[in-house]
C-alpha cells in the first residue's frame, strides 16, 4: 500500500531503487502470464536513483520514490504512446502529459506502461492489438477495460500504484473485476492534456491502489487546474489524504431503484450489505430514482462514437502513425485506417459519423445530448435529499476471456451502471465489496461534482470497517 511504502521510504527502510527492483522482479516473474504492461520503462531504475538524491539532500514529494504505471494513452517523452493500436505501434511521445508532468514533480518512479482496449474502446482490455490483459483473480477471464493492465498491474502487486482512464467506466470496471480501488474524477477535476483522445467531453484520468488512502495519495498528485486544458476546472489542487477521517455519521446514502431492479441477487448482497455496515456507523439509508437511466446506454453509445469519429479523423497516415503502401493519397487514407484500426475503433467510427451525418443529427446525436441533461438533472434531484449514492460497479463478476467478444451489445452492458456517472460529468470510486465464487465484487460510490474528498472517506471509512480490500490474488 502506498501510504505504508512512503513511510518505510521517509523513515529510510527501503531505497527508491529497491523499491523498483521489487516492483520489476515481479513484473518480470508474472507478466508473462497476465500481461498487464505494454512497455517497462528503460530508465526506470535512474528514475528511482534521482528520487533517492533528492531525498539524500533533505526534499520531500507526495510519492518520491514510489513506483507507478501509466496506461498506454497517457503520454510520456520518450516512451511509446501506442494507444493498444497498430496504428500507433511505433509512435513515440515527444512531450509530457501534465499528468506525467505532475508525478515527476510529486517524485513517481513511471515503471512503465500498460495494456489497454484499443483507444480505450472496450469493457475488457481483449481489443488490444498487442494482446488481452488476463485477470491476477483468474488468468481464463478478464480484468474489465478498457484501463485493464492498470488494474491488473496493481491487484498482482506489480506496482503499487497505477494511473488510467475513464470514459463510460474504464477505470470502476477494472477496479471491480481486479478487486483494487479506483476513482473517476470529476469531469475537469485531472488535466487531459498529453491524454490521447477517445470522447472528449467523457474522458478523466485517475488512479488506481490498493485502498482509498492510496487512490487519495495518487490523485492530489495529479489534480488541479490546467491552462492547457482549456476543460480543466479552476479548482487548485486538494490534500485529498487529509479529508481521511473515516466519519460518516449523518452521512446521508441513496440506492438508486434502477441499479437494484434485475441486479444478480449475489451482486445485490454485497451493495445491501455494504449499505447495513455504513448504517451501523452511523449513516442513513434510503431510496431514489434516476428515471432516465435507462437512456444512458444508448444515449453513450451515440455521443462518445460521435467523438470518438472526430477524434479519430487525425490518423490518416500522413503525419504521424502507420501509413500503408498504396499508389495514390485516398488510397493510403483507406489503407492506413484499415490495416491501422482493429475491429471495435472501426465499428465506432462508423456508427459515430453515421449518428453526425446529415438528416440524422437531430434524431441521433441531438437526441442523446438531450437524454445526457435528463439524466444530469436526475442526479441533481437525487442529491438534494442524499449527499452520495450506493450501487453496483458492474453486473457480474469478471468474465471470461472471449465469452463476450463475439457479441458487441452484451460487452456494452458490462458498463450499464457506469457509464451514467460520465454522461453527468460526476466523479465515482469503486472499492472492494467482498467475494462471489472466487472473484471480487465491487462497489460504486457516486457524489456530486467536485466531492471527491467525500467519496474518498466514504471509502477509508469503509476499508476500515471490512477486510475486502485485503485479500489479495494469490
Not at 124 to 140: I, L, M, V
Not at 256 to 264: A, I, M, Q, W, Y
Not at 301 to 320: C, F, K, Q, T, V
Not at 418 to 433: D, E, F
Request: hydrophobic content about 40%; overall charge negative.
Amino acid at each position: 500500500m502506498i501510504a505504508q511504502l512512503r513511510d518505510r521510504l521517509r523513515g529510510k527502510q527501503i531505497s527508491a531503487v529497491e523499491a523498483t527492483e521489487e516492483c520489476l522482479q515481479r513484473i518480470a516473474e508474472i507478466d508473462g502470464e497476465i500481461h498487464a504492461f505494454l512497455q517497462v520503462a528503460d530508465d526506470a531504475r535512474a528514475q528511482a536513483e534521482r528520487a533517492d538524491a533528492r531525498r539524500r539532500d533533505g526534499e520531500d514529494a507526495p510519492l518520491l520514490g514510489i513506483p507507478v504505471a501509466l496506461k498506454d494513452i497517457i503520454s510520456v517523452k520518450g516512451m511509446r504512446c501506442t494507444c493498444g493500436s497498430r496504428i500507433l505501434e511505433n509512435y513515440q511521445a515527444p512531450y509530457d502529459a501534465t499528468v506525467t508532468e505532475k508525478l515527476r514533480a510529486a517524485g513517481a518512479v513511471i515503471i512503465g506502461k500498460t495494456n489497454l482496449d484499443e483507444f480505450a474502446m472496450g469493457s475488457s482490455t481483449e481489443n488490444s492489438a498487442f494482446g488481452p490483459t488476463r485477470n491476477p483473480w483468474d488468468p481464463t477471464r478478464v480484468p474489465g477495460g478498457s484501463s485493464g493492465g492498470s488494474a491488473a498491474a496493481v491487484a498482482a502487486g506489480m506496482v503499487p500504484g497505477a494511473y488510467g482512464t475513464d470514459t463510460g467506466g474504464s477505470i470502476r470496471q477494472p477496479a471491480a473485476f481486479c478487486g483494487v480501488t479506483g476513482i473517476k474524477p470529476t469531469y475537469g477535476r485531472v488535466s487531459r492534456y498529453g491524454v490521447v483522445a477517445y470522447a472528449s467531453s467523457l474522458d478523466q484520468v485517475g488512479p488506481f491502489g490498493r485502498t482509498a488512502r492510496d487512490c487519495a495519495i495518487l490523485l492530489g498528485a495529479v489534480a488541479g487546474e490546467d491552462p492547457r486544458d482549456a476543460t480543466s476546472a479552476p479548482l487548485p489542487a486538494e490534500d485529498f489524504e487529509a479529508s481521511l477521517e473515516g466519519d460518516v455519521t449523518g452521512l446521508r446514502i441513496g440506492i438508486p431503484r434502477e441499479f437494484t431492479e434485475g441486479l444478480d441477487p449475489a451482486i445485490r448482497a454485497h451493495v445491501e450489505a455494504a449499505a447495513e455496515t455504513l448504517q451501523q456507523a452511523g449513516a442513513t439509508v434510503e431510496n431514489v430514482s434516476l428515471p432516465t437511466l435507462a437512456y444512458a446506454l444508448p444515449a453513450y453509445y451515440i455521443i462518445a462514437p460521435a467523438e470518438a469519429s472526430s477524434n479519430l479523423a487525425r490518423y490518416d497516415g500522413a503525419r504521424y502513425g502507420y501509413r500503408a503502401a498504396a499508389d495514390d493519397v485516398l488510397s493510403m487514407f483507406k489503407a492506413s485506417r484499415h490495416d491501422g484500426f482493429g475491429a471495435e475503433v472501426k465499428r465506432r467510427i462508423m456508427i459515430g459519423t453515421y449518428a453526425l451525418s446529415a438528416g440524422y443529427y437531430d434524431a441521433y446525436y441531438l437526441q442523446a445530448q438531450r437524454t445526457r441533461t435528463l439524466l444530469r438533472r436526475d442526479f441533481e434531484r437525487a442529491f438534494e435529499t442524499c449527499d452520495v449514492l450506493l450501487g453496483p460497479a458492474a453486473p457480474t463478476t469478471a468474465f471470461r476471456i472471449g465469452e463476450k467478444t463475439d457479441d458487441p451489445l452484451q460487452m456494452y452492458l458490462a458498463d450499464v451502471y457506469t457509464i451514467a456517472v460520465n454522461l453527468a460529468g460526476l466523479p465515482g470510486m469503486v472499492i472492494p465489496g467482498g467475494m462471489e465464487k472466487g472473484l471480487p465484487v465491487g462497489l460504486q460510490w457516486i457524489g456530486p461534482a467536485f466531492t471527491e474528498a467525500r467519496l474518498l472517506n466514504i471509502g477509508h471509512a469503509y476499508q476500515q470497517l471490512t477486510r475486502h480490500h485485503q485479500v489479495q490474488p494469490r
